[in-house]
């Protein structure tokens, strides 16, 4: 069973970019990333991988973050949750969310949790 989401909301969390902006996806060339992709260090999902994040507040290709979680993307036909991470502080409204994770997220049916 997937963890709570409300319990990792607001919370500060650290890691690595793996997929920063510019990257192609490893298994689709074609598929660009438009923001920095990555994963929470030493947080295991679900899936028995680290837990991967997409970090919004950040313009530039980065290796590492620092941010605040501000939502979860919970996929109901897969068994990953993504966490929006927040890099800048700022509260982004579900809208600007979900159209800067669309690019991936258009694959799955899923629904972004506050």
Do not use: T
Request: proline share 5%; charged share 30%; with cysteine.
């Amino acid at each position: 069973m997937r963890s709570d989401y409300p319990k990792i909301i607001g919370c500060k969390v650290y890691g690595i970019i793996d997929r920063p902006i510019g990257s192609c996806h490893p298994h689709d060339k074609e598929m660009i990333y438009p923001i920095n992709y990555g994963y929470v260090k030493n947080v295991f999902a679900e899936d028995g991988e680290e837990q991967d994040i997409y970090l919004l507040g950040v313009d530039v290709p980065v290796n590492m973050f620092e941010g605040c979680v501000i939502a979860v993307y919970r996929r109901s036909d897969d068994i990953e949750d993504k966490w929006i991470v927040s890099a800048d502080g700022k509260d982004y409204p579900d809208e600007v969310i979900l159209e800067k994770i669309a690019f991936q997220e258009q694959f799955f049916h899923g629904k972004l949790l506050r």
